[in-house]
Each structure stands twice: as structure tokens, then as C-alpha cells.
């Protein structure tokens, strides 16, 4: 019987990261590269571009970023698989936070292997302020590292309290 931590990453992993790709395919198919399509007026566009680089576009300029990306993300792979090997049973939070961690890396990935870039479109923007355009799997990374941080942090302030 598969236990409770590998059922989680299991949903999440397929769920998301179908989600992740059908989403991509979806802009790329209907949406010329660097085409934009407002959503909500003065809050959300869908804009298709490609991201060679890290986060915000980071070091895309480089020369092989993308192999250089590529090579970071199979070790995150590797190491949060080992990680969850090694979380007990019972232990619910942390497998989830490494679930959608992994299945965001996995799903920029895919693309870094299929296209050399990481496909993006989600693009928020207020007023002068503009986040950098993004995907469901960078969402699914950065609630995972959130949730995560949250996790560790909490254990350290319960642990405080508990010596008090």
C-alpha cells in the first residue's frame, strides 16, 4: 500500500503539473510570443513569453543558461526526492511543500528541455508596479518555499516557547 506522503506528492504532482503543461500549450498555440491580452482591466494580462533564464529572467543573457538551469533543476529534483524518502509517515506539510516544489521544477523542466526557455504568461501589473510575467509552476514553487518557510519557522518559534 502506498503510503499517505506518496499519495500526496502523487495528486499534486499529476494535478499540477497537468495543469502546468496543458496551460503552456494552451498560450502557446493561441497566443503569438509576446502577445498580450488584458484580463482583468489594470490588474492581470496574459502575455506569451519565454524566459531563458531564472526567476525574473536572471542570467537569461548568459551564454547556456538554459543547460545551466537544466542541470540546477535535476539536482532540486534529485535532492527533494531523497529528502522525501526520508520524512516519516505520518508527516503531512512537508510532503506537500516538497510536492508542489517538485512538480514546479519538473514542469519549468520540461519546457527548458523541450524549447531551451520556460514558457510564461500570468503578468500582474498596478498602476507604475509590474511583476515580472509568470507560470503555474513558478506559482507552485514559491507556495511550496512559503509554505515551507512558514513550516520551519513555526517549529522554531513552537520550540522557543516549548524552552521557555
Known amino acids: ?19 502546468d503543461q496543458l496551460s503552456k500549450l494552451y498560450i502557446e498555440r493561441h497566443f503569438p510570443l ?3 491580452a488584458e484580463a482583468i482591466t489594470g490588474f492581470l494580462n496574459i502575455t506569451h ?3 531563458r533564464g531564472a526567476a525574473f529572467g536572471l542570467m537569461a543573457a548568459r551564454q547556456g543558461a538554459t543547460t545551466f538551469f537544466a542541470i540546477i533543476s535535476l539536482f532540486a529534483v534529485a535532492l527533494i526526492l531523497y529528502y522525501l524518502r526520508r520524512i516519516k509517515e505520518g508527516e ?5 511543500c516538497l510536492s ?4 514546479g521544477a519538473v514542469g519549468n523542466l520540461i519546457d527548458r528541455f523541450r524549447l531551451g526557455a520556460v514558457v510564461d504568461f500570468i503578468d500582474f501589473h498596478y498602476k ?6 509568470f507560470n503555474v509552476a513558478d506559482a507552485s514553487i514559491t507556495i511550496g518555499v512559503l509554505l515551507f518557510a512558514i513550516k520551519i519557522l513555526w517549529g522554531v518559534r513552537r520550540s522557543a516557547e516549548e524552552e521557555n
Request: hydrophobic share 60%; aromatic share 16%.
Open 34 to 36: 509576446y502577445y498580450s
Open 1 to 19: 500500500m502506498m503510503g499517505r506522503k506518496y499519495r500526496i506528492l502523487l495528486i499534486v504532482f499529476v494535478l499540477l503539473l497537468a495543469l
Open 92 to 96: 503531512l506539510c512537508t510532503p506537500l
Open 128 to 133: 507604475g508596479w509590474h511583476w515580472p510575467a
Open 100 to 103: 508542489l516544489i517538485l512538480t
Open 49 to 51: 513569453v519565454q524566459n
